[in-house]
């Protein structure tokens, strides 16, 4: 079946920076793309959606970058803070509604002091 | 805070044991979810439900059943464990016209010895 998958299993960077998270997916037909973040002992929380019509959507320190050529998906968190040390999951979906998402493997984002 | 709670957070439990793993949610929401994940890895779908009466098996095939009476209830069992289903469940809910936004709970750490 189709999957989502990521670059880069780990990702240091120093607190203030920012962080860029990529993500490449296969299934040219989804039209939902979803960023979870994951806390150690928590279950993945929601962080930010964009469908394929847009190319960019920016949340609270949080922008997604959707390149459809090349079915890659980023997310960019600005001023990176130990608060952001989690592991990131991008998902996508065929709709908003109904279909079920597919998850990637993951990227462990860890915050330097 | 998500309103959506698991219990047991931690079960450990012998082989041939019958375990249920409880699920549920305040929020009203029609789609309720069953994932699978290993430690640092990728989340897998295992159950989803449309809403009451509704199951389906998800991706990964998996030797638990669900069941769906109640809106709010979306219990997972396992009728006889194995060490193979030694794993973290996550249970997670949506609003169907809006399902790129689950909501997770904490999860289950089941261990079979």
């Known amino acids: 079946g189709e999957s989502v998958g990521l670059h880069l299993p780990t990702l240091s960077v120093q607190e203030g920076d920012n962080s860029i998270i990529n993500c490449a997916y296969s299934n040219s037909a989804s039209d939902y793309f979803i960023w979870y973040k994951q806390e150690s002992g928590k279950g993945p929380q929601f962080i930010i959606d964009?469908?394929?019509?847009?190319d960019k959507r920016q949340g609270q320190r949080v922008t997604v970058l959707l390149n459809k050529t090349v079915k890659h998906l980023s997310l960019q968190i600005a001023a990176t803070q130990p608060g952001d040390s989690a592991v990131y999951f991008c998902a996508e979906t065929l709709d908003n509604y109904g279909q079920n998402f597919v998850f990637g493997p993951g990227t462990r984002l860890s915050v330097l002091p | 805070e998500a309103d959506i709670y698991q219990t047991p957070r931690y079960l450990v439990i012998g082989t041939g044991k019958k375990i249920t793993l409880e699920c549920s949610q305040t929020?009203?929401?029609?789609?309720m979810y069953w994932y699978q994940q290993d430690p640092g890895m990728e989340l897998h779908l295992i159950h989803y439900s449309y809403g009451v009466n509704s199951t389906e098996k998800g991706d990964l095939s998996s030797e638990s059943t669900v069941s769906r009476i109640r809106t709010e209830h979306f219990p997972l069992t396992l009728e006889s464990a194995r060490p193979s289903h030694t794993s973290q469940y996550l249970c997670?809910?949506?609003?169907?016209?809006?399902?790129?936004?689950?909501?997770f709970g904490q999860g289950t750490r089941l261990t079979v010895v």
């Open positions: 997670a809910s949506s609003e169907f016209f809006r399902d790129t936004e689950a909501f």
């Open positions: 964009i469908r394929s019509n847009m």
């Open positions: 929020m009203g929401h029609d789609k």
